[in-house]
């Protein structure tokens, strides 16, 4: 049949410049007579009328039957014009970046490296590999939360196909695939934080677990690379990976992931000539590590059983990157409804893209109901309560939030403490409340707000019949409309009474993660109850080991603006799975106002607070404190954010942000001395741009 439809497409070819096959039998000048007498003028209906006569010479019994049928067949010549699609304009804007790119990409490769604006700076290592630095110290790299590369060992026969591949880190090409089975595969049990049954999932090996998040979005390779230049290798350089989605302590019970970076550091010390490590943490990686240092020398089962001095032996220096000591807010609001401020602007520009259940998506919930499986998110809940994040009518940053609208990028080599520009707030702002529901409750005084006590209105949680919904996909499902609005009742929340609304409306996941992790103040770090793994990556409840020769290092962007404080509404959707609060993203401030969208922000590195990341250095551990007995020697290092001067910078290098920073040449800088033997005070000591000093002296805390 094939062959006939092509014999058909050829006899009705518009416009007709040529008959339709002729027989066989004719020969070559008869063909050419028959043309000329016959010229493909004819009407359709005669040209088909010849065409059937000729075939049915051939074969008859064949092709009558198929040609009647044709032949009563209306043929139209023009094509109606396609109707214009949304795709095809989504495919045509994606076909333009891609053009766009590969154009400046030959440019880029073309033309010659003088030619302005197209110079690569020197990579920091090559510099000072001319200056010198050697490779000194091993290294030891701690990645963060989400950073780190997790592959498929086990799983249900939805994953069939995927032994030893990426679920996350890399292309993420299975959340596309296999929505719903890659989240059953990422999550884990939500009473035991572990596997679920059927399901393994490890943390990838080497450096490779970590150098790059997804492909061309670089994490640790950058400064792996420039360590490299100065002589470092896999036998004086290691990735300690870790599952960043445990709490700390299950890391070690079910991986031995403390265990075994115990042993790697007491190995690079031996093969590198009884050289101490510089360990160099990330953002959850720097508590992780804080977890190990008291773990490490706690005896067994429940510690390493270094012994005091296994610290001041091995360890030479902490650089810690863009640490989240003193946790962030933005954990709160992934906590409570998912979100933080880009999604609450996505929620709001177009509500059906994550809302809609018409489509099946209901996006948050799904977030939710895997995030909330994670113990490691409960590490990063703010710390310290009130002493430290502030009440409900003072905050340490209040008074000294910096002009984040139009912020200077000065910079001094020296100490630049008097750079700082403050900006006049004609609204107040009370950061201390963490959570508000409605603008009003976020800005009046304590006096004019309806003050109760948080423990007594969120005590009784009236559940509500989860089968009406189906499968629980939240802890929201299983509350019922009254509890939810006894949440609202409660105006304005702090970081104390924030753990009462967290166990309020996510009561399993805080009575799992409250085994593993403790959010207050040690008012006698000598009781015993600390010598718990709960209260070891709090640095206001544990002590600093014992090495009063080691250094620690805080080492942050600033000048970023970051969210510090949220502004809440009830959802107006009161269906079944969905989550019953969102940010109120219509909420604004005026022409000087720090709130935008709903959030409040401070000064940061746009995930941390310059609160959270700077405190213990600046003033919480420096000289010899309660939490710093032996005196450990601590250096403030921040870094001024400066976006890329031109496209071919890619995500700068100046960066400040959380993850950008680990491009920034100034820090890379800083982490190759201090592996090639240099000290803080050779460095220059504290390097400080925003206002941490003043926010330390505001922070009324026994020292």
């Given at each position: ?342 999604v609450a602007y996505v929620r709001a520009l177009a509500p059906g893209i994550l809302d809609s259940e018409i489509l099946g998506l209901q996006t948050l919930e799904h977030v939710m109901r895997v995030s909330r499986s994670w113990d490691s998110i409960m590490s990063l809940v703010p710390k310290g309560g009130e002493t430290i994040w502030g009440d409900l009518d003072s905050s340490p940053e209040e008074g000294l939030t910096r002009d984040l609208a139009k912020k200077t990028s000065r910079q001094n080599d020296g100490n630049s403490t008097d750079l700082r520009r403050t900006v006049q707030i004609k609204e107040p702002v009370k950061y201390g409340r963490i959570i508000s529901f409605g603008k009003e409750a976020s800005q009046l005084p304590s006096s004019q707000l309806s003050i109760r006590d948080s423990k007594e209105v969120l005590r009784h949680r009236v559940s509500t019949d989860s089968n009406a919904c189906g499968d629980v996909w939240t802890e929201y499902d299983e509350m019922s409309r ?222």
């Amino acid at each position: 049949m094939a062959w006939v439809l092509r014999f058909r497409k050829l006899c009705y070819v518009e416009p007709t410049t040529v008959n339709c096959f002729q027989s066989s039998s004719v020969d070559h000048h008869q063909q050419q007579q028959q043309k000329q007498q016959q010229p493909c003028s004819d009407t359709k209906l005669e040209k088909l009328n010849k065409c059937e006569k000729v075939i049915t010479n051939n074969s008859a019994s064949i092709l009558s039957g198929p040609l009647e049928t044709i032949s009563k067949k209306k043929y139209t010549t023009k094509r109606e014009p396609r109707e214009w699609r949304c795709m095809d304009s989504c495919c045509r804007m994606i076909g333009y970046v891609f053009t766009t790119w590969w154009l400046l990409l030959f440019l880029f490769n073309c033309l010659p490296s003088t030619f302005p604006g197209f110079q690569i700076p020197e990579a920091p290592g090559v510099r000072l590999k001319h200056e010198g630095l050697t490779a000194l110290h091993p290294v030891v790299l701690v990645p963060g939360i989400v950073t780190g590369g997790l592959e498929l060992w086990e799983g249900r026969p939805c994953a069939d196909g995927l032994f030893r591949k990426r679920l996350w880190g890399g292309s993420f090409t299975e959340i596309f695939k296999r929505p719903l089975c890659w989240l059953e595969h990422i999550s884990l049990h939500n009473e035991t934080g572990l596997d679920p049954p059927g399901i393994r999932v490890r943390p990838v090996t080497g450096l490779a677990a970590a150098d790059y998040f997804a492909p061309g979005y670089f994490v640790w390779a950058v400064l792996i690379e420039n360590l490299a230049k100065i002589g470092y290798e896999g036998k004086n350089m290691h990735m300690a990976a870790y599952d960043w989605r445990l709490s700390f302590q299950n890391t070690e019970m079910r991986d031995q992931a403390l265990s075994r970076l115990k042993s790697k550091i007491e190995l690079m010390y031996v093969i590198n000539g009884n050289k101490k490590v510089v360990v160099v943490p990330h953002s959850m990686g720097v508590i992780y590590f804080q977890h190990f240092l008291k773990w490490v020398e706690t005896p067994p089962p429940m510690g390493g059983g270094g012994g005091s001095d296994w610290c001041a032996k091995h360890i030479k220096a902490i650089m810690n990157i863009a640490p989240a000591f003193l946790g962030v807010p933005k954990a709160v609001s992934n906590l409570f409804s998912a979100e933080g401020k880009d999604v609450a602007y996505v929620r709001a520009l177009a509500p059906g893209i994550l809302d809609s259940e018409i489509l099946g998506l209901q996006t948050l919930e799904h977030v939710m109901r895997v995030s909330r499986s994670w113990d490691s998110i409960m590490s990063l809940v703010p710390k310290g309560g009130e002493t430290i994040w502030g009440d409900l009518d003072s905050s340490p940053e209040e008074g000294l939030t910096r002009d984040l609208a139009k912020k200077t990028s000065r910079q001094n080599d020296g100490n630049s403490t008097d750079l700082r520009r403050t900006v006049q707030i004609k609204e107040p702002v009370k950061y201390g409340r963490i959570i508000s529901f409605g603008k009003e409750a976020s800005q009046l005084p304590s006096s004019q707000l309806s003050i109760r006590d948080s423990k007594e209105v969120l005590r009784h949680r009236v559940s509500t019949d989860s089968n009406a919904c189906g499968d629980v996909w939240t802890e929201y499902d299983e509350m019922s409309r009254e509890s939810i609005q006894k949440v609202t009742e409660i105006k304005a929340y702090t970081a104390s009474t924030l753990l009462d609304l967290l166990r309020f409306v996510a009561p399993k996941t805080m009575q799992r993660a409250e085994a593993h992790f403790s959010h207050g103040i040690a008012d006698d770090l000598d009781d015993p109850k600390y010598g718990h793994y709960k209260y070891w990556s709090n640095p206001l409840e544990t002590k600093l080991p014992d090495a009063p020769d080691m250094e620690i290092f805080c080492m942050y962007g600033v000048g970023i603006p970051t969210e510090r404080s949220y502004i809440y509404k009830q959802s107006p959707t009161v269906k079944c799975k969905s989550i019953p609060f969102r940010i109120d993203s219509s909420v604004d401030g005026n022409e000087d106002s720090t709130l935008t969208g709903g959030v409040h922000y401070v000064d940061g590195d746009e995930s941390v607070p310059v609160l959270s990341a700077g405190y213990m250095c600046a003033k919480g551990w420096k000289g010899k404190t309660r939490f710093n007995p032996s005196g450990i020697a601590t250096y403030t290092r921040e870094y001024q954010h400066k976006a890329p001067a031109s496209f071919f910078e890619g995500r700068g290098l100046e960066s400040g942000r959380h993850v950008d920073i680990m491009g920034n040449v100034a820090l890379i800088e800083d982490v190759l001395r201090v592996a090639a033997g240099a000290t803080g005070t050779e460095m220059g000591g504290d390097r400080i741009y925003s206002d941490i000093l003043r926010m330390s002296q505001k922070i009324n805390l026994q020292l």
